[in-house]
């Protein structure tokens, strides 16, 4: 008959037939009522238990809580129901195991501390790696101290048994009973002040980082340093350099002032000009003079000027007081000075205002000579004369051109039959060239002169031309 095989929790786990075997259940093989060579199979499954189905691959079909020796790794692991996980071991002896794998417990037993090993191949005596707790009753406790009150959760570092700091984060309170090197507990880290009087070695991190950053990014006040970032100076007071301070730079009111403080001492600018450090613009300090060595002053990026001199302004300069020039000057482009009234001779700048205004000339004529000259004038309706050694001989407007009474044009060759030009023809061309008929006319129609009718009078040497209808 067959029968029902029943899990340790009760839950059926299949029916074996009679004469047969499964294979499919468990990872053992489960023998039905008169199966043949039954003893065989039965003492192959409790091997398999013995040995914990060691093989380099886990056992089929395995049920949770199943242990499998991975031959492989030389670990032992149990199945979880989807899983075969690490079965960790652990000893307890006062010497760590040399024969160890990975997640290994080594129980300290000379000093009571867990140790785990980190899984370091080969083998080596660093890889365990202490759980806890601190030898010799040290290291970090948690702890409550009382106020007489209320109390307070703090965290107790102790050396051999002493604490050296307590950290709390409530507000200060002093002990019930008393702690020695600390009188009172304070928000923070306090140390014992009884131990090296509570003091801390090394770096602490607002030291090492200032603001976020490293020491490094700090500008240092006594040796030479650089930035790359702006440097303001927030007070009207200002910069002093020299170690004197000879220098100054300071805002007064809406003023910036630049001081040198010695006296007559100068205030000089240099430039780089082809390698050489060279003095373009000073103050005299014993005068309060400018002194321009080389200097261009431009409203432009980039100067364009052909200029030369010490001192090139192509941006415009505005001059209050004299100008005083000992050399000679140069010009290139346009001087502007006010117009002189009429009748003035003297070695002022004589502007061609006053020049067009004083002494006949207009900027609308084109002279050549002193009695010939051609006018043009574009004030409101444009004209143009053209005058020839004193004689008006032409005058022009938007209209066309107009010879003046008395002027005359050159007579072009007769051209009986030419095809004529483009040359002006005068009234001797006309009347030599064409040899009209007096009164002559001509005619063209479709029908035949009809005299006082169509032929305008029918002159002699009148001629009709007929062209068709």
């Known amino acids: 008959m067959a029968y029902t095989i029943t899990k340790t929790d009760g839950t059926t786990l299949g029916t074996i037939t009679d004469g047969t075997i499964n294979t499919s259940f468990t990872s053992l093989t489960l023998i039905g009522r008169n199966y043949a060579n039954y003893g065989e199979l039965i003492a192959n499954d409790l091997v398999a238990l013995v040995e914990n189905f060691a093989y380099s691959t886990s056992p089929s079909n395995p049920l949770s809580g199943q242990l499998w020796w991975n031959t492989s790794d030389k670990r032992l692991r149990v199945y979880t129901g989807t899983e075969f996980k690490v079965v960790s071991s652990c000893t307890a002896q006062t010497t760590a195991p040399s024969t160890t794998i ?24 660093s890889g365990w790696i202490l759980v806890g707790p601190q030898r010799n009753n040290s290291g970090a406790v948690w702890e409550q101290i009382s106020d007489g009150t209320l109390l307070h959760d703090v965290v107790s570092v102790k050396l051999n048994g002493v604490r050296q700091a307590i950290y709390s984060t409530d507000s200060e309170f002093t002990p019930a009973n008393a702690i020695v090197g600390f009188s009172s507990i304070k928000p923070g880290t306090n140390a014992n002040t009884s131990v090296g009087s509570g003091s801390f070695w090394g770096l602490a991190n607002n030291s090492s980082y200032l603001g976020g950053q490293p020491p490094a990014s700090y500008l240092r006040s006594d040796t030479n340093d650089t930035t790359s970032g702006t440097l303001s100076i927030l007070n009207d007071t200002g910069l002093a350099v020299g170690v004197d301070s000879d220098l100054t730079l300071v805002v007064n009111g809406t003023d910036i002032e630049v001081k040198n403080k010695n006296s007559n001492g100068d205030i000089n600018f240099y430039s780089n000009v082809s390698g050489t450090n060279t003095l373009t613009l000073g103050v005299d300090g014993s005068t309060g003079k400018l002194i321009a060595k080389s200097l261009t002053l431009s409203d432009t990026t980039t100067s364009t000027s052909a200029s030369t001199g010490a001192l090139i302004v192509s941006g415009g300069v505005g001059i209050n007081e004299n100008l005083n020039v000992a050399g000679t000057g140069t010009i290139t482009g346009n001087l502007y000075a006010p117009t002189q009234s009429v009748g003035t001779a003297d070695t002022t700048v004589a502007t061609t205002e006053f020049v067009i205004n004083n002494s006949g000339f207009y900027k609308y004529k084109i002279y050549d000579g002193s009695n010939s000259h051609l006018w043009i004038n574009d004030s409101g309706t444009a004209t143009a004369n053209l005058v020839l050694d004193g004689t008006a001989v032409m005058s022009a407007t938007a209209g066309g051109v107009h010879l003046e009474s008395g002027a005359t044009s050159d007579t072009q060759p007769d051209t009986y039959n030419g095809t004529g030009n483009a040359a002006i023809a005068t009234t001797q061309f006309v009347k030599t060239a064409t040899t009209w008929w007096d009164g002559s006319a001509k005619f063209v129609s479709t029908a035949e002169p009809d005299p006082g009718v169509n032929d305008i009078g029918s002159n002699d040497g009148d001629f009709w031309f007929q062209r068709e209808s």
Do not use: E, F, V
């Open 102 to 125: 990975a997640g290994d417990l080594w129980w300290d037993t000379a000093y009571n501390q867990l140790y785990i090993y980190n899984g370091t191949s080969p083998y080596s005596a």
